[in-house]
């Protein structure tokens, strides 16, 4: 397998997002050295997320796109400097493919994945779905051979290492044991975390932060955006880096780029 530099980024609204004029999502497109961005909440149609990123296009990117099942939620999407082979999108669920939460793209012998599991909220129905979806994913990666890298906005913050206030959070969505247990699952199922393997032991790397108060000057953040990786190429990730804006003005989302370097 050749060197491939993967980035993933929860953009918070396509158009929002390269709508930032010298500071926004087009102009990092246009420095990255990533040969695939996985992004997250486009929040459009395909239609609108093609106008939006049009100048990347045309540059020479190429996209492959799962719509938002409902208007203003979800849809993901997979930019690469090369064609796919081949894209899928949704994992076979009924309930979910539809819904713009996950799309898949093969490059020769690695699948790369872009996911956005939903936030979910403690005791109610719309954390049962967020369990349903994660059971339904869970089957998904545990049944593939191939080398394969699963990068998105998880919501969930595996450790106490993940989350800045994590006493405060322990009965909250997104680190509520049974969302810490899944991920346990997955990596007990051959998975690995490539961004804690290459950070280990230390607080984040943090890679979102609530707008609100001064979290992001604190760095009072979450680490809810991984890579998850199988086979060969998980062996082969030798740096991982959290592409946080130098100041709050300069951010174009309230997540930040998470990018890893495959040999």
Excluded at 7 to 25: C, D, E, H, L, P
Excluded at 200 to 222: F, I, L, M
Aim: aromatic share 10%; charged share 25%.
């Amino acid at each position: 397998m050749p060197p491939i530099i993967i980035s993933t980024i929860n953009v918070n609204g396509i158009r929002a997002a390269t709508g930032k004029t010298g500071k926004g999502m087009l102009e990092w497109l246009a420095a990255t050295e990533a040969d695939v961005v996985c992004l997250q909440e486009t929040r459009a149609t395909d239609a609108q997320t093609r106008a939006a990123l049009a100048p990347a296009l045309t540059q020479g990117w190429h996209l492959a796109h799962a719509e938002p099942g409902a208007k203003g939620r979800a849809g993901v999407a997979i930019l690469s400097r090369r064609e796919p082979r081949a894209v899928r999108i949704g994992f076979g669920s009924t309930e979910f493919d539809g819904l713009g939460r996950y799309v898949e793209a093969e490059f020769d012998e690695l699948t790369i994945a872009s996911v956005y599991v939903h936030t979910g909220e403690a005791d109610t129905p719309l954390q049962e779905e967020k369990y349903r979806f994660l059971a339904g994913l869970g089957a998904h990666l545990k049944a593939q051979r191939r080398d394969f890298v699963i990068s998105g906005d998880w919501n969930v913050a595996h450790t106490e290492l993940d989350i800045k206030n994590w006493r405060g959070n322990v009965k909250n969505a997104g680190f509520l044991p049974g969302e810490r247990a899944w991920v346990d699952e997955i990596l007990a199922a051959g998975y690995v975390d490539v961004v804690r393997k290459l950070h280990p032991d230390v607080p984040g790397p943090y890679s979102w932060w609530s707008y609100r108060g001064r979290a992001y000057d604190n760095d009072a953040g979450w680490r809810i955006d991984y890579q998850l990786a199988r086979g060969a190429v998980a062996e082969r990730a030798k740096q991982a880096v959290v592409e946080r804006a130098p100041s709050y003005a300069l951010r174009w989302s309230d997540h930040a780029p998470v990018t890893v370097q495959y040999r």
